[in-house]
């Protein structure tokens, strides 16, 4: 039977589409019913749909449906812009799902001679086009301006219709399949990426999460993309997109390049990659940290035949690595700073609390490891810059300035002053596994223990006075940090510290799916509800674990 899913927790969707259906259709906004939510120019509800009486709603990879006694309402996607339902003894009531139209905001309908009804939407720039395929339906509103009800209504014998996102005009719809084929279709299709994904059985639905939340290229997503979820947090970050290249690496190359590459897409002439990417718009005004080498490092290894253009790879991992080392050095300083807790990708935490320009050990572990990759890659490709002589220089000034003896400690750039904090953010270098000091690799293991909670490592302390239990990086567990924490501690050679790490939080998604981050004495997900990169981690860190068990020596995630 295939995995079922509540529609509240993660978007009724598929691989390609831009739209899907699910109640939440705002920044942690529910709506009572599931309607149309568009991900173009932002996330918009652009159509609700409302059975004629009280249903229960359950969702499959192919299938979402609506449920009272023997009725039913189904639906399928048929393609990435098309999506099919059926309605047996319920009927169906397509409306926009604003009321209000304005000369730039809200939803115009109006019936085509060509034959079915459009609901164009500002918001999207694009129509919703519904076509009733058989049964009774009547029109609501049609042509209505300012403030009315605008529908498609069904009756509750037998029906059918599509609803297709279009751009200005289309042929009319043809039929070529049923509605059963149609299911199944959608069926095998899904089941396929599982087969090449998934490193077990029981990783459909992680998988899923991942199918659903990418998008066909279109506006500044210049190729297929995994956005970070169909919820709000419907975007490309800067280092999201690197655990989900990793998770597709063996079963999906061609997509998990993709990922790496489709925020290289827009590296400026300085180097920087931008904050975020989505259909209408790319964000600058931060940055975020440099992990691509570290990714670089790991693709090497989990796609099949290696890197499919290193000297590609190494000018974009050159410019990026210099943007940090010609613009974001204080003079006369040998370590680079954020500007703010957002280039760090840990927003709010409380290494950021005092001064928000600080110099970090992460980031400069992460350069260290970018050098090491651009050595590697140097040597491919024919260039001799010495970037080895300038990571090990790197670290040298990492563990000179900013190790205390017994931990790692961060700098103002402003102030010059030192602080110790209760924040993971501060034991991340121990990604750097084999590289550091066994004095220091064993210190932080220590630190990292003493964050490890039955969930995984808490972000803050729980015994600090910042601690939150909904914090964001103030507490909650995340699936990136756990990641590159485990990958350090294994490299290292602290292999059952490492082993804890995963299962613990492979426990906690298969208990409480695959939210943004979870709570970390409970467990319970927190804030964005379907978000790949937990599903990547998940994934990541279940085909490392089933590697070890076989005996065999898996590719470091």
């Known amino acids: 039977m295939a995995t079922e899913f509540s529609v509240r927790e993660i978007p009724f969707s598929r691989s390609g589409a831009w739209f899907g259906l699910s109640p939440v259709v705002g920044l942690a906004r529910y709506a009572q019913d599931v309607h149309v939510v568009s991900h ?166 992680a998988c899923y999460v991942l199918w659903s939340a990418t998008v066909a290229p279109a506006g500044f997503v210049t190729r297929p993309a995994v956005l970070m979820s169909k919820h709000w947090m419907d975007k490309v970050w800067s280092w999201d997109h690197c655990f989900n290249a990793l998770a597709l690496a063996p079963g999906a190359p061609e997509l998990a390049w993709h990922q790496f590459q489709v925020v290289f897409d827009h ?9 975020s990417i989505t259909h209408s718009e790319v964000l600058r005004n931060f940055v975020k940290p440099p992990i691509h080498g570290w990714t670089l490092s790991r693709l090497r290894s989990r796609l099949p035949g290696g890197l499919p253009d290193p000297e590609l790879a190494y000018r974009q991992l050159s410019a990026w690595t210099s943007f940090w080392l010609d613009h974001r050095r204080a003079p006369g300083r040998p370590l680079p700073y954020y500007e703010h807790g957002n280039d760090s990708g840990w927003d709010n935490s409380t290494v950021f609390l005092d001064e928000r320009l600080v110099e970090s050990a992460d980031l400069a572990a992460f350069l260290v490891l970018q050098m090491k990759e651009l050595a590697v890659l140097g040597a491919e490709v024919g260039d001799a810059t010495a970037w080895g002589d300038r990571a090990d220089t790197m670290l040298a000034a990492m563990l000179e300035e900013l190790w205390d003896g017994s ?99 492979r426990a906690t998604c298969e208990k409480s799916g695959f939210a943004e981050n979870f709570d970390a004495l409970t467990g319970q997900g927190l804030r964005d509800r379907a978000y790949t990169w937990t599903a990547s981690a998940y994934l990541l860190l279940s085909g490392a674990d089933n590697a070890a068990a076989a005996g065999t020596s898996a590719p470091t995630p």
């Open 40 to 205: 173009r120019n932002g996330m918009h509800a652009v159509l609700s749909l409302v059975p004629s009486r009280p249903t229960e709603i359950v969702a499959d990879p192919a299938v979402l449906t609506w449920r009272s006694g023997e009725s039913r309402i189904q639906a399928v996607f048929t393609s990435p812009d098309t999506l099919r339902i059926s309605g047996n003894g319920l009927g169906l009531r397509v409306g926009a799902a604003e009321r209000t139209l304005t000369p730039f905001t809200g939803t115009y309908f109006f019936t085509d001679p060509s034959g079915g009804a459009v609901f164009t939407s500002y918001e999207t720039g694009h129509r919703f086009r519904v076509t009733v395929l058989s049964g009774q339906s009547r029109y609501v509103g049609a042509e209505d301006l300012v403030s009315a009800d605008r529908a498609v209504v069904l009756g509750e014998e037998p029906w059918e219709l599509v609803i297709e996102e279009i751009t200005t005009a289309r042929e009319p719809y043809r039929c070529d399949i049923g509605f059963d084929a149609a299911v199944t279709a959608a069926r095998e299709e899904f089941a396929r990426f599982v087969d090449a994904v998934s490193p077990s059985p029981a990783a459909e639905l």
């Open 407 to 505: 931990r790692f400690v961060s700098r103002g750039v402003v102030s010059g002053e030192y602080r110790a904090t209760a924040s993971l953010l501060d034991l991340m270098p121990v990604v750097l596994g084999e590289h550091l000091p066994p004095e220091v690799f064993d210190q932080l293991c220590g630190g990292i223990a003493e964050h490890l909670t039955s969930v995984g490592p808490a972000t803050e302390l729980p015994s600090s006075p910042y601690y939150e239990a909904d914090g964001y990086w103030r507490g909650p567990v995340w699936a990136p940090a756990t990641v590159l924490i485990e990958d350090g501690l294994r490299r290292g050679g602290a292999v059952e510290l490492a082993d804890l790490v995963s299962a613990r939080f």
């Open 267 to 275: 590296q400026d002439a300085q180097g920087a990659l931008p904050d």
